[in-house]
């Protein structure tokens, strides 16, 4: 029996947040002993394809919202554990209008939400000093220019800290999307030898699809997949809530800060971010802001409390279905990012596996057709591998001052 990664998730959770046995969970879930065994012992959660949907819904609450307005007006005056849940306006509004209300509960609920936040925004807000338990870590990423081979990017750099003992390490990407996020986690992850029991993120749409009723996160597919496959726990903030990854959020300031100004230049990132690494290492050894020790005599306790890493390497690489034009080439990021395939390909369908660095073009059989340097930016760009289109180019030799191949030489 295959199950959804949703009854996955709950599976998992279930049996490794809850400590509940395979039998409570039978009954808890209604899946069958064999099928949750499955799922347990499965260590391999790589992707091999999403598609999210999301469903569209219109409003019939227009002739109440008058009456619903003015019943959480009205809550202003009253303790706040008296006020009226969605639940509470749901059942008054049945009373008061009886069949001529029937709109679903989800519906009004969404609206209730909306209208307290509007209501009651500009209440005072006060924040708790959080506890934060060893294993436990926050991630975020953050803007950072470099120079790589001569050439200058916009990029970003993924941050994890680790708030107990506020160790924290960075990895540098061309982009923040969500295959820069899984792979600077994994070097990371790999660093140190284990994975963080328990992380904070915010809610980027790379992992977070949809934000539902009572602020549950409906996980992207992959995202969920990555989660599964290393065992962590994963937290959301509320919006606009920095304050509750703060660790994190002086982090992101402070490795821009002391190790990319000046902008760092260099000839090859993968050995950038390896010898960052190292250097983070050697940044513990400084005192802890509020406790009387080291953060490296710290962070002991953290690398005590972590995960072991799993026994099967996870692929951080999406893969998509694309049909390629005429020049059998296929553009991804909104079309401004055009690639080659090989001319016998033309208008026909190919997968392409995107990573944080590369573009992978794969024909119907999974086989590899030609591997590019992922694009970055907005503007427009294409890379086109100009050897695979030799045998066109001799066809057409008076073409030939029109293509690319002498930057080749």
């Not at 989800?106 to 294993?135: C, M, N, Q, T, W």
């Not at 599964?228 to 606009?240: G, I, L, Q």
């Not at 982090?251 to 983070?280: A, C, Q």
Request: overall charge positive; aromatic content about 12%; hydrophobic content about 35%.
């Amino acid at each position: 029996m295959t199950l959804a990664m949703t009854d996955i998730n709950d599976i998992k959770k279930l049996y490794f947040k809850k400590g509940l046995n395979v039998a409570e969970i039978m009954r808890k879930t209604g899946h069958d002993r064999k099928t949750i065994n499955k799922y347990l012992d499965m260590n391999d959660f790589n992707l091999v394809l999403e598609t999210p949907e999301r469903s569209k819904r219109g409003s019939k609450l227009d002739p109440f919202k008058k009456t619903i307005d003015k019943w959480l007006e009205a809550d202003k005056k009253v303790w706040r554990k008296q006020r009226h849940t969605a639940k509470r306006v749901h059942t008054r509004l049945t009373e008061l209008y009886g069949s001529k209300y029937d709109c679903s509960y989800r519906l009004l609920a969404e609206y209730v939400r909306i209208k307290k936040k509007e209501i009651f925004s500009d209440e005072p807000k006060f924040f708790l000093p959080l506890k934060h338990l060893p294993g436990e870590a926050q991630v975020d990423f953050g803007r950072t220019d470099f120079r790589e081979n001569g050439t200058f990017y916009e990029g970003h750099h993924l941050n994890l800290s680790f708030p107990q003992s506020n160790t924290g390490y960075s990895q540098l990407f061309k982009g923040e999307n969500l295959q820069c996020l899984e792979q600077g986690m994994i070097n990371i992850f790999n660093h140190l030898g284990g994975v963080p029991t328990r992380i904070v993120f915010d809610n980027a749409s790379s992992m977070v699809s949809d934000i539902g009723k009572n602020k549950y996160r409906k996980l992207t597919e992959h995202f969920m997949m990555f989660k599964n496959h290393f065992r962590f726990e994963a937290v959301f903030c509320n919006p606009a809530s920095g304050h509750e990854k703060g660790n994190i959020e002086g982090k992101v300031g402070y490795h821009r800060r002391n190790y990319f100004v000046p902008p760092p230049e260099f000839d090859n990132l993968d050995e950038f971010n390896k010898s960052l690494l190292t250097e983070l290492d050697d940044d513990q050894y400084r005192e802890h802001y509020r406790k009387n020790a080291t953060q490296h005599e710290l962070f002991q306790a953290d690398l005590k409390a972590l995960l072991p890493l799993p026994e099967v390497e996870f692929e951080p690489a999406l893969v998509i279905s694309k049909k390629t034009d005429a020049n059998a080439c296929i553009t991804i990021h909104k079309g401004k990012h055009r690639y080659s395939t090989r001319p016998s390909l033309a208008k026909s369908n190919v997968f392409v596996k995107l990573t944080a660095d590369k573009v992978i073009i794969l024909d119907q059989n999974l086989n590899e057709v030609v591997t590019h340097d992922r694009l970055y930016g907005d503007l427009k760009q294409e890379s086109i591998n100009w050897i695979l289109y030799l045998g066109q180019i001799s066809k057409r030799p008076t073409a030939l001052k029109y293509t690319g191949i002498y930057d080749l030489f």
